[in-house]
């Protein structure tokens, strides 16, 4: 039987399908994983990181290490893809992982703004959230750190002429940016849940076709790569509860 972390897994590395020869910077256990899988399966091109400066193998063995200015040169030309986190994120794909309240007075410091606004203007970048609630999925971000639609949008073309946000993966299920204006669009559920748990868990409206697929299978050997190779220990679990 699969396990909620598996589809995870597999929805992760579905990120990165069809890219090529690019930087897969995943951020956490899952997105790690889900590079590795895919590029032991339908990506092979892809170069792997820890998601900060080390290149790494195929079990996330440090093979190499990438200087930070050699880094930014990727970002700016376009040949990275990163799965980050985020603490906040609304309908049109604008994150938070800066802090949680007033910016005067936050009620909680977050790890700040980082690398996301960079990102998110010169590269593809995608989101896993591990535990799918409306206190992350919301009507208005606190602060933004990584640029949504509307707002790379507004700032014109030399915003939004690189900006892409390919994917959302969640505990619950998988989301892109095909919705009204480019809002958020439920692409799929995990097996297991709802359509209407993933609307009770989100404080926006999100776009839905008139049915909502489930998350695809894995196969098996995809399944055996996972349980065998990339996470022997089950670390997966850890991360996604069943």
């Given at each position: 039987m699969t396990s909620r972390a598996e589809y995870c897994v597999l929805a992760c590395a579905e990120a990165w399908r069809g890219d090529g020869e690019?930087?897969?910077?995943?951020?956490?256990?899952?997105?790690?994983?889900?590079?590795?899988?895919?590029k032991r399966t339908f990506s092979p091109d892809l170069l792997l990181t820890d998601g900060e400066a080390m290149l790494v193998g195929l079990d996330g063995t440090v093979e190499g290490w990438l200087p930070y200015r050699r880094h930014l040169t990727m970002v700016t030309g376009g040949r990275r893809h990163v799965m980050m986190g985020a603490s906040q994120i609304d309908r049109y794909g604008n994150q938070n992982i800066s802090c949680i309240g007033d910016w005067e007075r936050p009620s909680r410091q977050l790890l700040g703004v980082r690398g996301a606004p960079v990102n998110t203007l010169n590269?593809?970048?995608?989101?896993?959230?591990?535990?799918?609630?409306?206190?992350?999925?919301?009507?208005?971000?606190?602060?933004?750190?990584g640029v949504g639609y509307d707002r790379a949008a507004a700032a014109g073309p030399s915003a939004s002429r690189f900006h892409r946000l390919p994917r959302v993966v969640s505990d619950l299920g998988?989301?892109?940016?095909?919705?009204?204006?480019?809002?958020?669009?439920?692409?799929?559920?995990?097996?297991?849940?709802?359509?209407?748990?993933?609307?009770?868990?989100?404080?926006?409206?999100?776009?839905?076709?008139?049915?909502?697929?489930?998350?695809?299978?894995?196969?098996?050997?995809?399944?055996?790569l996972i349980r065998e190779v990339i996470d022997p220990k089950g670390l997966r679990d850890r991360e996604v509860r069943g």
């Open positions: 690019v930087l897969a910077s995943p951020m956490g256990p899952i997105p790690s994983f889900g590079a590795r899988l895919a590269n593809p970048v995608s989101y896993w959230v591990p535990r799918h609630s409306p206190r992350v999925f919301v009507e208005r971000v606190d602060m933004v750190s998988v989301f892109d940016f095909t919705g009204p204006g480019h809002s958020m669009r439920l692409v799929s559920v995990h097996p297991g849940v709802t359509v209407e748990q993933v609307r009770a868990a989100t404080g926006f409206e999100l776009a839905t076709g008139e049915e909502v697929p489930y998350t695809r299978e894995p196969t098996a050997e995809e399944l055996r």
